[in-house]
């Protein structure tokens, strides 16, 4: 069994093997036709499951055989143009070289003799990135497995830089566990699920999260913020944090962040930026000020893994002063006693909520190297006009009503019948856009994702792949027609 471990003795097999790979899954790609195969849970789940993991194959292109009839025909490939579907972009092929070399190496980016080299690339990035943002000569940060990790760590460091600083005003000495249960964050409600599961995870639960209303763009009512502000302080509470977003997952909104910034200071509280899907803005060549107001933010999430095409998983979690980053510091002997710190050796897990991490900065670090960042910003732009146009389609087309013109790439809109003579009631219409997204999905001829707004069912394009056109588009939209108007008219019949 020793002939499957990667060393010097081994590389020529590690070689074919991985050539093999590469080939089986080129020829996938060339010869793709669909996002999606159609396959049902069931029918996979019953060749999976048939599988005797206790019985190996040994032969690795016997195995890869097998990965055809498990993974990749039915997988869903996300560089195809009709994959319209979630926040996932098609990746660019100097990342993929750059997945494919970390994976072999397989660094640890937690301690210093962990990760010599791959450390400093990692810090050389962040620093990168913060300057990008502008957050300042004392900005630091850390790569994370993704926005809801990031969120999650910046929401921490708020929460314990506002326990310290309500902790130090008293007048009378407080405990951690006095002040917690009046800690209280503000984010629009068409903010990332994740600022709730983080207050939950913090110890402060679902009902510290205060949910803005939006208005009638999907941007945060800062209006209604600083009202929020105001009763909060008035019920002797204390204002956590406010948590911008800088391109909603189902809309692509930018919350008004210079408004944003300025409240947030006036009334003490940490400033946080979900840019995890607009973070691509960052190196656009024409649309970086659409993040103007970023750069007064406390921290800042960003997902390269969506805007700047990078193969997943590859975030960042940024801030402003990377003093901030010592509420989640832990020295531990065996691994990064406190003594390399006074030596002022880069251990990475000192401002890490995480030990064991990947080298995921690698990819970037390749593809900078290769594409540099007005060239990777120009396809984040082309998704960007691409929306534009498609929302001039679906606005013109009778069949569906579009919800609002697109800052970045999302559009959100549903199929609404119209009959001569007859009006359809609005729970078979949400149905019917149901059913229709459900149907597109098992037929495989394309991937598009849903979601609701206030109260109704909605379809949901998210554009990131240069490649689709407005025929595709305007194909997609056809076949929603079709099969919400083939259910509508089965309804219909079956009422009658």
């Not at 995890?276 to 960052?282: K, R, S």
């Not at 997204?437 to 792949?465: C, H, I, M, P, W």
Request: proline share 4%.
């Amino acid at each position: 069994m020793r002939s499957h471990l990667l060393n010097e003795t081994t590389a020529d097999l590690y070689r074919r093997a991985v050539t093999e790979g590469v080939e089986r899954v080129a020829a996938k790609l060339a010869t793709t036709e669909r996002p999606h195969s159609g396959i049902s849970v069931d029918e996979l789940a019953q060749v999976i499951d048939g599988i005797d993991l206790d019985r190996p194959l040994e032969d690795p292109a016997a195995v890869l055989d097998e990965l055809e009839e498990v993974y990749l025909r039915d997988a869903v490939y996300f560089h195809h143009p009709r994959y319209l579907g979630h926040l996932n972009c098609p990746v660019v092929i100097p990342a993929v070289l750059g997945e494919a070399v970390l994976s072999a190496v397989n660094s640890s980016l937690d301690t210093w003799d962990q990760s010599i080299g791959g450390t400093l690339i990692e810090r050389r990035l962040i620093d990168w990135t913060a300057q990008r943002i502008g957050l300042g000569p004392d900005a630091d940060g850390i790569f994370t497995s993704g926005g809801s990790q990031s969120n999650f760590h910046a929401l921490l460091l708020a929460r314990d830089e506002a326990c310290r600083k309500v902790m130090q005003s008293s007048e009378r000495a407080l405990l951690k566990s006095e002040v917690l249960p009046k800690l209280r964050i503000f984010t629009s409600e068409a903010g990332h699920f994740s600022v709730k599961k983080s207050a939950a995870m913090l110890g402060l639960g679902y009902e510290a999260v205060i949910a803005v209303p939006v208005d009638r763009n999907r941007r945060m009512d800062t209006s209604v913020l600083a009202l929020e502000l105001e009763n909060c302080a008035a019920e002797g509470l204390f204002p956590m944090a406010v948590v911008a977003t800088a391109g909603t997952t189902d809309f692509g909104s930018i919350d008004p962040l210079p408004e944003i910034a300025r409240l947030a200071a006036e009334h003490s509280a940490w400033m946080h930026v979900d840019a995890a899907y607009g973070c691509g803005l960052l190196i656009s060549p024409t649309r970086r000020h659409l993040l103007d107001g970023i750069e007064r933010a406390d921290s800042v999430t960003v997902d390269y893994h969506k805007s700047f095409f990078q193969p997943v998983s590859s975030s960042a979690m940024l801030v402003r002063d990377r003093d901030t980053l010592g509420h989640a510091t832990y020295h531990a002997d065996y691994l990064n006693p406190r003594r390399m710190a006074q030596e002022r050796i880069p251990n990475q897990v000192d401002k890490s909520i995480q030990t064991t991490r990947r080298f995921d900065a690698l990819k970037l670090w390749m593809t900078l190297r290769t594409m540099g960042a007005d060239g990777l910003g120009s396809l984040f732009d082309e998704v960007i006009d691409l929306a534009a146009a498609g929302w001039h389609i679906i606005d013109a087309d009778p069949r569906f009503e579009v919800v609002v013109r697109p800052q970045i790439s999302t559009l959100v809109f549903r199929y609404v019948p119209r009959p001569e003579g007859a009006d359809v009631r609005g729970d078979l219409v949400d149905e019917a856009n149901l059913h229709a997204r459900k149907a597109l999905f098992a037929s495989g001829e394309a991937v598009v994702a849903g979601t609701k707004v206030d109260g109704d069912q909605y379809l949901k394009f998210t554009l990131l792949n240069p490649q689709t056109t407005t025929a595709d588009i305007a194909a997609v939209l056809d076949l929603l027609a079709s099969h919400a108007e083939q259910y509508l008219g089965e309804s219909l019949v079956h009422a009658s």
